[in-house]
């Protein structure tokens, strides 16, 4: 049997708290739910939630995620992780960046691992530290993610730099099976790691309409909590490490353009939609389009553009099925832009 280090749990605390790291993809929100954070941080926090309601129920995905945590935390409501659950997967939907990060640590936590691993990887790339944790496990056990240790100890490295208690332990219990050759390789991913995660939220926050603030709760630090400590189940004989690549998988290269290839692609005609943005001005929509329209990934969709109170959703659409549009959105996440599937039109 290989050697295993298991993570028992996500802790409330570190599912909540790592937002705080940075802006959520989000538009400014509405004055109802910004009225609601400045109830929750003066500690009224039932009138907090009533707030929020309004805005949630009509799609604000600010609401929506600050109604996550309070049922989440208990805190104005009952405890209802259930419904917690259900709020961050509406506001990810709606492209808020922290509700799918919380969402993604919610399954991985309640059991649905391979759902949840997207979303894991996706977290982790923005630099989350409690997905860098989760995602370096997988790595090292070779559980819901190809065994690389190199790749293991660097996020487990990176999670540990953002104050993870549990990633200091995982890193000294990773020490006893992971050759110092290995550890050396994981320090230059590591960097390059990083480096990726900082180009990715500034990316994110330049679509997001820089110096606007999102009116979204926090909770308590990550580290207050965090995930729950890691201990060891050894075996007689560890498994032999694989050699690995020190640096990030390259980028594919572009395919050989053809005479035709300046051609417009023919129009889409399906009715999946992929969301690529929210702005509080409608003008910053269209020069984002502008930017990323062109893209292999949109060939043949349209722009569509859905008010929805006080912001303007970016949407591309005319996807023939939810896995042509979840490809789409892959390719995009790949070259650092944010998006999510948003459903049928």
């Given at each position: ?37 400045d ?5 009224d ?5 009533t ?37 961050y ?54 559980d ?34 992971v050759?110092q ?32 603030q ?132």
């Open positions: 049997m290989a050697s295993i280090i298991t993570a028992k749990g996500l802790g409330k605390a570190a599912l909540l708290g790592a937002g705080a790291m940075w802006a959520a993809f989000a538009a400014p929100a509405l004055a109802d739910v910004k009225a609601g954070v109830a929750w941080s003066a500690g926090f039932s009138r907090a939630v707030e929020w309601q309004g805005p949630a129920a009509a799609g604000d995905p600010d609401a929506l995620f600050n109604l996550a945590q309070a049922y989440r935390l208990g805190r104005g409501v009952e405890v209802d992780n259930a419904r917690a659950r259900r709020l997967e509406d506001a990810a939907r709606l492209g808020h960046v922290k509700a799918a990060d919380n969402f993604g640590l919610m399954l991985f936590q309640e059991g649905e691992q391979e759902k949840a691993m997207p979303l894991i990887q996706a977290a982790a790339d923005r630099g989350d530290p409690r997905a860098q944790y989760v995602l370096g496990l997988s790595h090292f056990n070779a819901y993610a190809p065994r690389d240790w190199v790749r293991a100890y660097a996020l487990m490295t990176l999670a540990n730099g953002s104050g993870l208690p549990q990633a200091r332990d995982a890193l000294a219990q990773m020490d006893k099976y050759p050759g290995q550890r050396a390789q994981a320090q230059s991913l590591a960097r390059e790691l990083e480096a990726g995660a900082r180009a990715q939220r500034s990316t994110e926050l330049a679509a997001a309409e820089l110096g606007v999102p009116a979204v709760v926090t909770a308590v630090p990550a580290a207050a909590q965090g995930v729950a400590r890691v201990p060891v189940v050894t075996a007689a004989k560890p498994p032999a490490p694989v050699a690995v690549a020190a640096a990030a998988a390259p980028k594919p290269a572009p395919a050989a353009r053809s005479a035709s290839a300046s051609a417009p692609a023919p129009r889409k005609a399906g009715s999946w939609r992929v969301q690529l943005g929210a702005f509080g001005v409608a003008a910053n929509a269209d020069r984002l389009w502008r930017q990323i329209g062109g893209q292999g990934a949109l060939a043949g969709t349209r722009k569509v553009l859905v008010p929805s109170g006080n912001i303007t959703r970016l949407m591309a659409i005319g996807f023939g099925s939810e896995a042509e549009a979840s490809r789409a959105c892959a390719a995009l996440k790949r070259e650092g832009k944010a998006c999510v599937v948003a459903g049928q039109g």
